[in-house]
């Protein structure tokens, strides 16, 4: 903790642990100067308590406090206040961007004058490699050995400067690759609810809060940890020392009663909680779970739950701490005077809940009934498409004639597959992945799926061989209780062998299908399928050569490897023939909810945790073996690497920002629809060959299987640029019936990728506009969404309405975000893309306000209409003042040395 506050309300107290002593700020004191808090949602007690440490009367005010104090009034306020995270939490392709960023920020203060060790995070920084492991091999029982030698070979020159930069940066541990996915390291070791830090000869003890560059960062609410994902360039500002301004949320009470019936699983009442509060409408508010369920719901359920915020489109969904929260804290191997101090804590700041605890007071509330949750699963494009499992076939095969565009007459289309005595038709499903934290933090749906593979391989069934089947756990943790139950044996007979220890399919590493499938797919026209247990499946993202993505539980991803395609009602259909001749259904193979309980019981142990976690910053002999130059202050950047680049961003800065000013005379690079995701913007997955990014790489004598993927080349702004709008399945407006990163540049319409486009434009001189719909940026926190777009040359994004991330973001990196007002659209505004484009008033930015667009059509005429800024606060006006906030902390850095 960097420092603490005035105390202008003499809130300090003391409180007795163990016979140690912290200091807090307490929650009761400061309702006896700002009124009564008892019943503020517990989300909103972190806030208060952050405000109340850091109260210095400039950047963290009184009257702050007593905002959040006065939301109990109507349960929402139009106050911002400031908040600053306990730590961050990165992971690898997010980290190594953000890590090249420091390293371009120690380059740019010494340009200023100032010392290079200046640059530093002043909060801890946990990165975790968990995002570059690639499904290369599956279904082997070598699988593991070889993608992790893979992902070596490809990462190399990636890992050694993260320990560089493990060395050379103050507080910033890097937990190395094979260790676990970033959420669940983080739920079952990182975090510690309550925090503690020494300072001015105290030790404080505060909630434990992080923001996270990633969005499934929320996981972690389901342990009492307020946290969200935010932007790498966010996350960057935070680390160093730069707090982030916030508009007193919305929360929403979810009140969650009943248990969960006989066949239903954690997986279907998430699935089923992101349709309702998508429903709800939920983007930028806190949601808080509270009801009478909460009093058996495992802690599992409450971080799978969480992990979905960002598809049910909360900044977060929270539980407070609890008498669950506290024995997952044991068995999960934490210190125990750490647990009785966060006991201790939570119940001296009225954060605790109990069966005693009178219902918050919330903006506003639903309920759930859990014994009303049925098994499903959420696709085929986005993961709040919930469908219940026993209406899953029909509604694909009215998908697929519909939004996947098939005729109906070719709905039927079968092929041969090269070299094999099988044909795969539409629906029919290519990969079955047990992956992603979502579900794999979880032991309830994991044993679940052990047992229906122990089952269905004691009756004689197979995967059928068209699915590449594959299990990523999200800790080893996971592993050791998989080998206890002996469940391990029978996953491995279905061809779910453990393939590495990473997110994989859940983010696009899903690796190559075979050739002769992947040729089948392509000859044919063919809507292939994934099913996941991941909580993405945006088109585009798990394979370029599956269209139909569906999230499901690990034990319905077993179920449908062994049935093999989509077409066909599971709940009624024989999964296979067993060896004695008779057919075999899901209802033969689908455990009880009491034999699932009894082997998690008997197979989770508290010194799996403790002794995997114990060494768990080592790494195994290919970490080790990495060599680090030690006592460099600054990075000394390789030319010829195409994995990391020193960017452009600092080149030239000078203490003074440049004014700001109208965009005139613009061109319009894309108009796009509704829903374009950051993967849309910004792809994670494989690049394609006749790319420009591809191009970059041959011309570098790369060759086209040591590609890597985009994510994993994160740290080179080239190739990052030339993947900006590229996603394989992105439409842009401008060139109807044409998909991918395509436009036409104007004046004349030749179409071109969208990146020569740009840099044409650039020659030229010539700013840049984007248009689209609705939800734009949905998806990842992805800040390569923002970078890019502005290393392009987009000066600005006009759209219906912005996902909060990347509105975030954009602002961050210099880019004006705007919204239509008055119901207008791009439709209605006639945008066809050839149009030139101004936007007027820029120079007297205020926080919110309306600006001009001044719309120059090809025939001469000329439209005028309003468009809200979308830079939400007055810290937001300065970024954008100063050309991003890393450029603005950078200067105030320089000008403190």
Request: a negative charge; one cysteine or more.
């Amino acid at each position: 903790m960097k420092s603490i506050g005035h105390d202008s309300l003499g809130t300090k107290r003391t409180l007795s642990v163990d016979g140690r002593d912290y200091a807090y700020f307490s929650l009761e004191a400061a309702a006896a100067r700002i009124g009564d808090i008892s019943r503020l949602p517990v989300s909103l007690k972190v806030l208060l308590e952050n405000v109340l440490r850091f109260e210095d009367g400039t950047t963290y005010k009184v009257s702050d406090a007593e905002a959040i104090a006065g939301w109990l009034k109507d349960g929402r306020s139009t106050q911002e206040v400031p908040f600053r995270p306990a730590r961050i939490l990165m992971q690898d392709f997010t980290g190594v961007p953000g890590v090249v960023d420091l390293a371009a920020m120690r380059d740019g203060i010494t340009a200023l004058g100032g010392e290079p060790q200046k640059v530093n995070p002043l909060v801890p920084v946990d990165l975790v490699i968990d995002h570059s492991v690639m499904v290369d091999v599956s279904g082997r029982a070598d699988s593991l050995e070889r993608n992790v030698d893979i992902e070596f070979q490809r990462n190399g020159e990636r890992y050694g400067f993260l320990r560089w930069g493990q060395a050379a940066f103050d507080n910033f541990r890097v937990v190395p690759p094979g260790t676990g996915i970033c959420h669940q390291v983080n739920l079952e070791y990182l975090g510690q609810c309550v925090w503690t830090a020494e300072t001015a000869g105290s030790t404080y003890a505060y909630p434990d809060t992080l923001f996270g560059t990633d969005s499934h960062t929320t996981m972690v609410n389901g342990l009492g940890i307020l946290g969200w994902g935010v932007g790498g360039i966010e996350a960057e500002a935070a680390m160093l020392g730069q707090p982030i301004a916030m508009l007193i949320p919305d929360v929403i009470g979810f009140r969650l009663t009943g248990r969960l019936p006989e066949g239903a699983t954690a997986t279907d009442l998430v699935l089923t909680v992101t349709e309702m509060l998508r429903k709800k409408g939920v983007v930028g508010k806190f949601v808080e779970f509270f009801g009478p369920a909460l009093d058996d719901l495992p802690l599992a359920d409450r971080a799978t739950i969480g992990n979905m915020a960002p598809e049910y489109g909360a900044t977060c969904g929270f539980f407070p701490l609890d008498r669950v929260a506290i024995e997952y804290l044991r068995l999960s191997g934490r210190d125990e005077h750490r647990i009785r101090l966060v006991e201790a804590y939570a119940k001296a700041q009225g954060m605790w809940r109990d069966t005693a605890t009178p219902d918050p007071v919330f903006t506003d509330t639903l309920t759930l009934d859990l014994s009303t949750v049925v098994p499903s699963l959420a696709g085929p494009k986005r993961p709040q498409d919930r469908v219940a499992l026993s209406k899953a076939s029909d509604a694909f095969k009215a998908e697929l004639t519909k939004g996947l565009g098939v005729a109906a007459n070719d709905a039927g289309t079968r092929a041969r597959v090269a070299g094999t005595n099988y044909e795969i038709g539409h629906g029919d499903v290519v990969i079955a992945a047990i992956t992603s934290c979502t579900n794999t933090s979880n032991p309830g749906v994991l044993i679940a799926a052990g047992l229906v593979a122990r089952k269905a391989r004691a009756l004689g069934l197979t995967s059928k061989p068209w699915v590449k089947t594959s299990l990523a756990p999200g800790s080893q943790v996971v592993t050791d209780y998989l080998d206890k139950s002996g469940l391990s044996a029978d996953l491995d007979a279905l061809g779910f062998q453990t393939v590495g220890y990473g997110c994989t399919t859940c983010i696009g590493n899903s690796g190559p299908l075979d050739d002769a499938i992947a040729d089948a797919i392509e000859d044919n026209k063919l809507v292939a399928v994934s099913v996941l247990s991941g909580n993405r499946n945006f088109e585009g993202r798990v394979h370029p050569n599956v269209r139909a993505n569906y999230l499901a539980s690990p034990p319905l991803v077993v179920a449908y490897a062994l049935l093999g395609t989509m077409t066909q009602d599971i709940t009624t259909a024989p999964l296979g023939t067993g060896r004695d001749g008779n057919p075999v259904y899901l209802r033969d193979i689908w455990p009880t909810n009491k034999e699932i309980a009894e082997v998690v019981a008997s197979s989770v142990t508290r010194e799996q945790f403790v002794r995997r976690y114990g060494e768990v910053f080592k790494g195994d002999r290919h970490w080790q073996a990495i060599e680090v130059e030690a006592g460099s202050g600054t990075y000394r950047w390789n030319d010829g690497s195409t994995y990391v680049k020193n960017p452009p961003y600092f080149e030239g800065i000078t203490m003074e920002p440049k004014p700001i000013g109208d965009i005139t005379g613009a061109r319009i690079l894309a108009v796009l629809g509704d829903n374009i995701t950051t993967d849309h913007i910004s792809p994670a997955g494989s690049i394609k060959k006749s790319s420009p990014a591809g191009e970059y790489l041959l011309q570098r004598q790369i060759g086209q299987a040591d590609f890597n993927s985009y994510g994993a080349r994160r740290g080179n702004h080239e190739i990052m640029m030339r993947g900006t709008f590229a996603n394989i399945r992105i439409r842009n407006e401008m060139v109807p019936g044409v998909e991918g990163g395509m436009t036409a540049l104007q004046p004349g319409g030749a179409q071109m990728p969208i990146y020569d486009a740009a840099m044409a434009y650039q020659k030229a001189g010539t700013p840049l506009v984007i248009f689209a719909g609705r939800e734009y940026g949905m998806g990842s926190s992805r800040d390569w969404a923002a970078k890019g777009t502005m290393l392009l040359g987009v000066k600005a994004v006009i759209v219906e309405s912005f996902e909060r991330i990347h509105r975030s973001n954009l602002v961050g990196m210099g880019v004006l975000p705007l919204t239509f007002k008055d119901g207008m659209t791009r439709q209605s505004l006639g945008i066809t893309g050839a149009e030139t484009i101004d936007v007027v008033g820029i120079e007297a930015l205020t926080p919110g306000m309306d600006l001009t667009l001044v719309i120059h059509r090809p025939d001469g005429k000329t439209d005028t209409v309003p468009v809200k800024c979308r830079v939400d606060t007055a810290d937001e006006v300065n970024y954008y003042r100063h050309g991003g906030i890393l450029h603005y902390v950078l200067r105030g850095m320089a000008r403190a040395a």
